[in-house]
């Protein structure tokens, strides 16, 4: 009877490198801001807030529909609430379970995200500023409009956009450095 035997080849160790030619490979540190940390939690809640604000603030106002800059004011703070509250849960199962978010498609996803929506929070907060300095600078017509109320929710859609961008640029950066 034939039976096979097992073969055992030796290994031979890996070659010696000089540290000083090719330095060992360091994994970049978990930086607050970045998906998945506490200050990534924070900036997540922040323009989740900021944005309900804008939207809450536009929405109390009776005569934001007839201006279409401010019905697209009242959009793109939707989509910025919905993105950044999805991720803001996002992060708090990731610290609760303490498991990274630096997966190279999930971070292609946030970058993406956080990308469109900064984009269009801030058009639309640019376009409804516009709007507000005509309504009350130009035409001076703001005791028959609620300037005060256009004016707030403006300064919230800047403030959520603002709180945007790092969140953009830290999983930017993190993606370039892979």
Known sequence: MFVSRPAVHPVEAPPLTDAAENPP?????????MPG???????RL??????????????SASDFASVTAFCYLVAATILQGLWSIS???????????KRCLRNPRALRL????????????FAAAC?????TVLIGNDLKICSQNHC???ETATAMAFISWFAVCP???MNFWSLACR
Do not use: N
């Not at 922040?46 to 929405?59: D, E, I, N, P, R």
């Open 148 to 150: 005060t109320s256009f």
């Open 110 to 121: 946030f970058t993406l995200g956080d990308g469109i929506t900064a984009t269009l929070t």
């Open 25 to 33: 490979r360091v994994r970049m540190k978990e930086i607050q801001g």
């Open 167 to 169: 969140s953009f640029l």
């Open 46 to 59: 922040s323009q989740f807030v900021f944005a309900a604000a804008a939207l809450g603030v536009m929405v």
């Open 127 to 131: 376009a409804s500023s516009g709007i």
């Open 87 to 97: 991720l803001a849960f996002l992060d708090i199962y990731a610290l609760l379970v």
């Open 37 to 43: 940390t506490s200050g990534g939690l924070a900036l």
